[in-house]
């Protein structure tokens, strides 16, 4: 079974610049959630959708957004660019309902902002 | 007070032996825990959940989570080079969603 697989694997970008991220959560999972890893540290939640409403969000400025599609796959867009963006972008899908169960996560979006 | 923990390392310890990693939490309410292992380089990938007070058992990997002092714990057992990497512990925090916190990773180094 495919896993969590997330486009494009890298991409560079330069600063004021827009990105969009694409995920496609594991086949019968319906919730999605967005994390950004910065360099040596943890990964910091971004968002979740279940069932294309999201059900929460971190403590990102409102240049970040995301949204989820009826086959349960996921947008996550960045507006204006900054160099703090440089990131891996994790998406994550999960099989249980929109508050519980394990979070399985696809190999990464590779953000460099110049 | 960060609101997951964990000691950065690295962590090394010989092959054979046992590696201790630990986790500390801050929100009471918790109710779900995960332990993650991360190569460098890759996305994290899952090894162990708790939900419940004691000790769960997978192969080589053992869960420790003790709600009342608020710590999670994963033992590896018999370690093997190929264990080496950071380990990252989760917290779901939101019992509305899955809002996962994690902590900065413990870097573990098994050596041969």
């Known amino acids: 079974d495919a896993g969590v697989t997330q486009s494009p694997t890298h991409l560079i970008k330069t600063r004021g610049q827009h990105v969009t991220l694409r995920c496609s959560p594991i086949?019968?999972?319906?919730?999605v959630s967005w994390y950004q890893q910065v360099l040596g540290q943890g990964p910091q939640f971004i968002f979740q959708?279940?069932?294309?409403?999201?059900?929460g969000r971190g403590n990102f400025p409102d240049r970040f957004s995301a949204r989820q599609f009826p086959n349960y796959s996921s947008e996550l867009n960045v507006n204006a660019l900054l160099l703090g963006d440089s990131a891996l972008y994790l998406c994550?899908?999960?099989?249980?309902?929109?508050?519980?169960?394990?979070?399985?996560f696809g190999e990464g979006s590779r953000l460099t902002v110049l | 007070q960060k609101e997951v923990e964990q000691n950065s390392g690295p962590l090394s310890v010989p092959e054979g032996a046992i590696a201790s990693l630990n986790c500390t939490y801050s929100?009471?309410?918790?109710?779900?825990f995960f332990w993650y292992r991360q190569y460098s380089g890759k996305s994290p990938e899952l090894i162990m959940s708790?939900?419940?007070?004691g000790d769960k058992e997978d192969g080589r990997f053992t869960a420790q989570l003790n709600k009342a002092s608020q710590y999670v714990s994963l033992l590896i057992r018999d370690s093997q080079p190929s264990d080496s990497a950071t380990y990252l512990c989760?917290?779901?925090?939101?019992?509305?969603?899955?809002?996962?916190?994690f902590g900065p990773g413990t870097r573990l180094s098994v050596l041969p």
């Open positions: 708790i939900y419940s007070n």
């Open positions: 994550a899908s999960s099989p249980s309902g929109p508050n519980t169960g394990e979070l399985f």
């Open positions: 989760a917290v779901n925090k939101n019992n509305y969603g899955q809002n996962f916190v």
């Open positions: 959708y279940y069932e294309k409403e999201e059900r």
């Open positions: 086949s019968g999972h319906k919730s």
């Open positions: 929100d009471r309410g918790s109710q779900s």
